[in-house]
């Protein structure tokens, strides 16, 4: 939670710049001091990072219209008592928020009044090389053409908000400004059943996500090598392409962000665009995961030009190519075919893993895994005998059995019939245009 300290050190900064500025005073800006005592998110967030002064001023004057919507007109009004434009000061209206949101100006004066040496040399702040930048804790609005920059709005990232008044972040929910989901699973390793190319080639991510940082910047390779991490998944439906993501994520402290892609694509020329930078720009600076299922709607081949659809259907492939191969983190493509992504994708990923359907030896394995504990199964059904005569994946497994539980629910038993089991086998086979062979 924040201390009113940081809030009370903030106004007495206020307080000394418009008096120097209004009144010809000659006192100095407060520099603001850190108590090991307090150990809000706030404070620790300065410390770890090392904050300067300007820097910690900067960030309060973000947060501050956050926790007290009149913070900044109280103290305006208390040396403009008869109102009065301000335009040194800067600030900006919202559509809801009644009082003044901080810009880039509000800022610079703050920091440096009307001192052009000094207002230059803090432009950095905003510089993509800031801390600030880097790790996605603020950044000025974009304003129109034309318009002085700096008369952006501040703006605090939401998670930076949840942090520091909170002391936790609130994860994204899906939305037209975030069209991604947060997946996650209960299940665990081993209850993933893959061949053993498949498994070695996901142990390969998990080695990514836990030593990149270290290779990229102790070891000097971010000059030499792209950022982030590129990888096909292909291979039929229910394989386990979604549980993998999820799994990465899970045992390696990530969240992991499906893409919706009803709520990318558009068919209005340059909304896709728009939608995937919203996205790309928001998962910035983060640890996310982006897994992006039945990638082949977005990632599919370019084709000839024959008309305009053509033409733009071709730059949304060549600006999504440009944006994951700018991307510093993970980002997972799912697709049912591989031949169906783009060869300009193929070329640049890290690694495609091929998700076969299971074997033999597998989908007895996923059966056992699958069969709930506390039920008996029938003894006409035998096991290995249905996972040799049914070629069925992990996904048609869990559908078939979910089935068959509720029909023996239903039935005030807790013994698994062979007619519901086969039954439920059908049911999957009728899915994919499959007749089931009881004679196999």
């Given at each position: 939670?924040?201390?009113q300290?940081?809030?009370?050190?903030?106004k007495?900064?206020?307080?000394?710049?418009?008096?120097?500025?209004?009144?010809?005073?000659?006192?100095?800006?407060?520099?603001y001091?850190?108590?090991?005592?307090?150990?809000?998110?706030?404070?620790?967030?300065?410390r770890?990072?090392?904050?300067?002064?300007p820097e910690?001023?900067?960030l309060?004057?973000?947060?501050?219209p956050?926790?007290?919507?009149?913070?900044?007109?109280?103290?305006?009004?208390?040396?403009?008592?008869n109102?009065?434009?301000f335009?040194?000061?800067?600030g900006a209206?919202?559509?809801?928020?009644?009082?003044?949101?901080?810009?880039?100006?509000t800022?610079?004066?703050?920091?440096?009044?009307?001192?052009i040496?000094?207002?230059?040399?803090l432009?950095?702040?905003?510089s993509e090389?800031?801390l600030?930048?880097?790790k996605?804790?603020l950044y000025?609005?974009?304003v129109?053409?034309g318009?002085?920059?700096?008369?952006?709005?501040?703006?605090?990232?939401?998670e930076?908000?949840?942090?520091f008044?909170?002391g936790s972040?609130?994860?994204?929910?899906?939305?037209?400004d975030?069209?991604?989901?947060?997946?996650?699973?209960?299940?665990?390793?081993?209850?993933?059943?893959?061949?053993?190319?498949?498994t070695?080639?996901?142990?390969?991510?998990?080695?990514?996500?836990?030593?990149?940082?270290?290779?990229m910047n102790k070891?000097?390779?971010?000059?030499r090598?792209?950022?982030?991490f590129?990888?096909?998944?292909?291979?039929?439906?229910?394989?386990?392409?979604?549980?993998?993501?999820?799994?990465?994520?899970k045992?390696?402290?990530?969240d992991?962000f499906?893409i919706?892609?009803s709520?990318v694509?558009?068919?209005?020329i340059?909304?896709t665009?728009?939608?995937?930078?919203?996205?790309?720009?928001?998962?910035?600076?983060?640890d996310w995961?982006?897994?992006?299922?039945e990638?082949?709607?977005l990632?599919?081949?370019?084709?000839?030009?024959?008309d305009?659809?053509?033409?733009y259907?071709?730059?949304?492939?060549?600006?999504?190519?440009?944006?994951?191969?700018?991307?510093?983190?993970?980002?997972?493509?799912?697709?049912?075919?591989?031949?169906?992504?783009?060869?300009?994708?193929?070329?640049?990923?890290?690694?495609?893993?091929?998700?076969?359907?299971?074997?033999?030896?597998?989908?007895?394995?996923?059966?056992?895994?699958?069969?709930?504990?506390?039920?008996?199964?029938?003894?006409q059904?035998?096991?290995?005998?249905?996972?040799?005569?049914?070629?069925?994946n992990?996904?048609?497994i869990?559908?078939?059995?979910h089935?068959a539980c509720?029909?023996?629910?239903?039935?005030?038993?807790?013994?698994?019939?062979?007619?519901?089991?086969?039954?439920?086998?059908?049911?999957?086979y009728?899915?994919?245009?499959?007749?089931?062979?009881l004679?196999?």
């Amino acid at each position: 939670m924040i201390k009113q300290r940081e809030f009370e050190f903030l106004k007495n900064v206020l307080k000394s710049r418009l008096e120097i500025e209004l009144k010809g005073s000659v006192s100095e800006i407060p520099i603001y001091k850190s108590e090991e005592t307090n150990s809000s998110e706030l404070t620790s967030f300065i410390r770890k990072n090392k904050l300067s002064n300007p820097e910690v001023i900067t960030l309060l004057l973000a947060l501050a219209p956050h926790i007290s919507p009149e913070f900044y007109n109280s103290i305006i009004f208390s040396f403009l008592p008869n109102g009065g434009d301000f335009p040194e000061f800067g600030g900006a209206k919202g559509k809801n928020h009644r009082g003044i949101l901080p810009t880039g100006e509000t800022v610079l004066f703050v920091l440096s009044g009307s001192n052009i040496e000094n207002r230059s040399a803090l432009m950095g702040l905003f510089s993509e090389d800031h801390l600030f930048a880097r790790k996605g804790v603020l950044y000025l609005e974009d304003v129109p053409v034309g318009e002085p920059r700096l008369s952006g709005r501040l703006i605090l990232e939401h998670e930076y908000v949840d942090l520091f008044t909170i002391g936790s972040v609130s994860k994204p929910k899906l939305s037209s400004d975030f069209p991604a989901q947060l997946i996650e699973t209960d299940l665990e390793w081993s209850d993933l059943i893959l061949n053993e190319k498949t498994t070695s080639q996901i142990a390969e991510i998990e080695t990514w996500l836990k030593h990149n940082e270290v290779l990229m910047n102790k070891w000097g390779m971010k000059n030499r090598i792209k950022p982030g991490f590129r990888i096909l998944f292909a291979g039929p439906p229910g394989t386990g392409k979604t549980l993998t993501a999820s799994l990465l994520g899970k045992y390696t402290g990530r969240d992991v962000f499906r893409i919706d892609l009803s709520l990318v694509i558009s068919k209005y020329i340059g909304e896709t665009e728009k939608n995937l930078s919203k996205l790309f720009d928001r998962a910035e600076n983060k640890d996310w995961i982006l897994f992006f299922d039945e990638a082949d709607a977005l990632f599919g081949k370019r084709t000839g030009v024959r008309d305009a659809h053509d033409k733009y259907a071709n730059q949304e492939v060549s600006y999504l190519l440009q944006r994951i191969e700018s991307h510093a983190g993970l980002v997972i493509l799912a697709s049912n075919m591989k031949s169906n992504i783009d060869a300009a994708f193929t070329r640049r990923f890290n690694a495609i893993i091929e998700f076969e359907i299971p074997s033999y030896e597998e989908r007895i394995i996923l059966w056992q895994k699958n069969i709930p504990k506390n039920v008996r199964l029938d003894d006409q059904i035998k096991l290995e005998e249905i996972a040799r005569k049914y070629e069925v994946n992990g996904a048609n497994i869990v559908n078939i059995i979910h089935y068959a539980c509720l029909k023996t629910i239903e039935k005030k038993s807790k013994t698994i019939s062979y007619s519901d089991l086969i039954n439920g086998i059908q049911k999957e086979y009728n899915k994919e245009g499959k007749m089931i062979n009881l004679n196999a």
